[in-house]
């Protein structure tokens, strides 16, 4: 197959790419969106306002950050009338660093819904893409959400999430949240795309696969990294990259819940990082037997319906402190 043909894309000789078909693109709402509430509880509305504006990252860097915010949601509350602000969930989409934009409608979509059904703030990251801007730019690009964060939290509940290659950001954004002192209460990593030069059983298995054939993989991977650089390299070997990080940075990270699905290439490099988050000491919560392939949550609804369930039922779990938790089991 030409991986080239099936991405959509075309390399340009200034070393750009011209991304064909690309997802929509939608604006951002400040006047708010209805957002459907796959999972709200009994008598409470099944669709929620969401507002949604943009704002600039790095403004040397064209950055920027997608904040979506549930309407009729006190921030003096997390939505039960409990009086805690409602959680912050800094977030990376996903696109194999190659492809996508914070604004980009399946992620855009995918940001709203979590806003709504937690409720949460929502901060989607609008990183750099390679080839234009290789690895580790958006690595770079994390660093400064997390600062970011630390002058937008104000008190709520911090979590770091991301989407396929976005998981990937994700851990690398916690471990600079970590060494920068910020709070976090729980790492959400779905479906994280690694890879290495000697195949893996599902990579081998995966040369037609339905949505991340491995020659369309491998070019994910040709473009994002840094020239010369092949995949055995510490931003996409996790065996080599946890060899740079080590145990005693890993312990650090707060509460995890990491998401696979069973026909999803990368699934044993997702395996690799979860034995040596235990191995650390991590909270770790693993769901790695998804059906489904790759992304399944961004093309079928009864797969984004037990994503949404998932996260949020995570996410709900940790905002609550270990003070408040022992209290509210106090009085059951």
Not at 149 to 178: D, E, K, Q, T
């Amino acid at each position: 197959m030409d991986p080239y043909k099936y991405l959509n894309i075309r390399y340009n000789p200034d070393g750009s790419l011209t991304r064909h078909n690309a997802a929509r693109l939608l604006p951002p709402a400040p006047s708010g969106e209805p957002v459907a509430v796959p999972i709200a509880p009994d008598g409470e509305e099944n669709r929620r306002i969401v507002h949604s504006n943009d704002a600039p990252l790095n403004p040397a860097n064209g950055t920027s950050v997608r904040l979506f915010v549930p309407a009729g949601v006190v921030d003096n509350g997390n939505g039960n009338g409990n009086g805690r602000p409602i959680p912050l969930i800094l977030y990376f989409h996903g696109g194999g660093y190659v492809l996508f934009r914070a604004a980009s409608e399946p992620f855009h979509n995918t940001a709203a819904v979590l806003a709504a059904t937690i409720p949460s703030a929502v901060a989607s990251v609008d990183y750099r893409l390679a080839p234009e801007h290789r690895l580790p730019a958006a690595f770079d690009d994390a660093a400064d959400a997390v600062r970011w964060v630390r002058s937008y939290a104000a008190g709520r509940p911090v979590f770091i999430m991301g989407c396929h290659n976005g998981a990937s950001i994700a851990f690398r954004a916690a471990l600079a949240a970590v060494d920068q002192g910020v709070e976090l209460r729980g790492l959400i990593l779905n479906q994280a795309h690694h890879s290495g030069v000697e195949r893996t059983p599902a990579e081998e298995a995966s040369v037609d696969d339905r949505v991340l054939p491995l020659p369309a993989n491998d070019l994910l991977w040709e473009l994002a990294l840094p020239v010369g650089a092949d995949r055995d390299h510490e931003y996409c070997n996790p065996g080599a990259m946890l060899a740079v990080v080590g145990a005693s940075q890993l312990r650090r990270l707060p509460p995890c819940l990491v998401l696979g699905r069973k026909k999803d290439p990368p699934r044993d490099r997702q395996k690799v990082l979860v034995d040596a988050l235990r191995d650390a000491g991590v909270d770790v919560e693993a769901r790695m037997d998804g059906a489904g392939y790759h992304a399944m949550e961004l093309f079928k609804a009864d797969r984004a319906a037990e994503f949404v369930a998932q996260v949020t039922d995570f996410v709900r779990r940790h905002a609550v402190d270990d003070v408040q938790q022992a209290g509210a089991r106090s009085r059951m």
